[in-house]
């Protein structure tokens, strides 16, 4: 079980996380030479601080930081990062391992979601996370979601994942790969969301310190490959310019994230059950969309 010390070093960890991911984000908004004349100035993340609501008079149930970032690059990028406790509803806790005979839980994570506005740019979406109940768990990954697919970029990003999974155990590509094109998947469009990437969940190797601390560094690894393969991609692309003819076909493919992360996507239902915050929960949601 995860000790009252392993629980502060994930939050600080995520908390870090989130600081470096907005600083390398903002960066790439000072880098940029403006593309159109009507495209917007370098953007700064501006970051509310939430709350959950009271578990009893005297304990509160956590809360967390949403940073949000509008700009000349991205024209929407969230990065949240949350720790909050209580317990589960009833009619969720059925759905989340170890809550049989206890809906208690602590949750502690870092998810962030990027809208790039050139439609060159991939969006992308990233978390990672670690859940108490009377189990302990590791969860989170990351995909691309690109409107013109260059085989470049999804040859280096697929790669950059797979070294972080064959350092860890040569079993964790094929099976995070696998795992995160059947996750992320339009049943009703019977169509794929993106190019795919990683996606984990209930990973716990096993009870001992040094399981944890081997869950830990992969889901750590999982973070830094973001920041190193993401900002890499952006940079190919954010001084290239578009037609409108390439905005709309962007905001067409935008609705199909729209469409499953309404639909389908699990941390949305996870942040409404347990009282997070309504606006870090859907700040997935792209700033303009259109369907055809």
């Known amino acids: 079980m995860t000790t009252l010390e392993q629980k502060k070093q994930l939050t600080r960890w995520f908390s870090d996380l989130q600081t ?18 009507s495209t917007p100035p370098p953007g700064m993340f501006e970051r509310k601080t939430w709350t959950r609501p009271n578990i009893s008079p ?9 940073a949000l970032l509008k700009g000349r690059v991205f024209e929407k990028a969230g990065v949240n990062v949350s720790t909050v406790y209580g317990e589960f509803p009833p009619q969720f806790a059925s759905e989340i391992p170890g809550t049989g005979e206890n809906p208690n839980f602590w949750a502690s994570g870092v998810s962030l979601v990027i809208h790039p506005l050139n439609p060159f740019i991939p969006a992308i979406h990233m978390n990672t996370r670690h859940i108490v109940t009377s189990q302990s768990w590791f969860g ?10 260059f085989i470049e970029d999804t040859t280096d990003f697929h790669q950059a994942l797979k070294l972080v999974c064959d350092k860890h155990n ?4 094929p099976r995070f790969k696998s795992w995160c094109d059947e996750y992320f998947y339009l049943p009703h469009r019977k ?3 993106g190019i795919g990437g990683i996606f984990y969940d209930n990973l716990s190797s096993g ?23 993401y900002p890499a991609l952006v940079r190919r692309h954010m001084n290239k310019p578009w037609t409108k003819e390439d905005k709309q ?3 067409i493919k935008r609705g199909r994230y729209v469409e499953f992360n309404l639909l ?12 997070g915050n309504v606006d870090a929960i859907l700040m997935s949601l792209p700033p303009e969309v259109n369907w055809p």
Do not use: W
Not at 140 to 149: A, H, Q, R
């Open 207 to 229: 009870p001992t310190e040094e399981d944890f601390e081997n869950d830990f560094t992969f889901t750590r690894d999982v973070g830094e490959a973001f920041l190193t393969i």
């Open 170 to 173: 040569a079993d964790y590509y």
């Open 20 to 37: 470096r991911i907005c600083t390398a984000l903002e960066t790439l908004e000072a880098e940029a030479v403006p593309p159109q004349e």
């Open 191 to 193: 169509e794929p969301r």
């Open 249 to 251: 076909r962007q905001l």
């Open 264 to 275: 389908y996507d699990r941390g949305t239902r996870f942040g409404l059950k347990t009282d």
């Open 58 to 66: 005297d304990q509160d149930g956590g809360g967390g930081t949403m």
């Open 140 to 149: 989170g990954g990351t995909d691309l979601t690109p409107t013109f697919e």
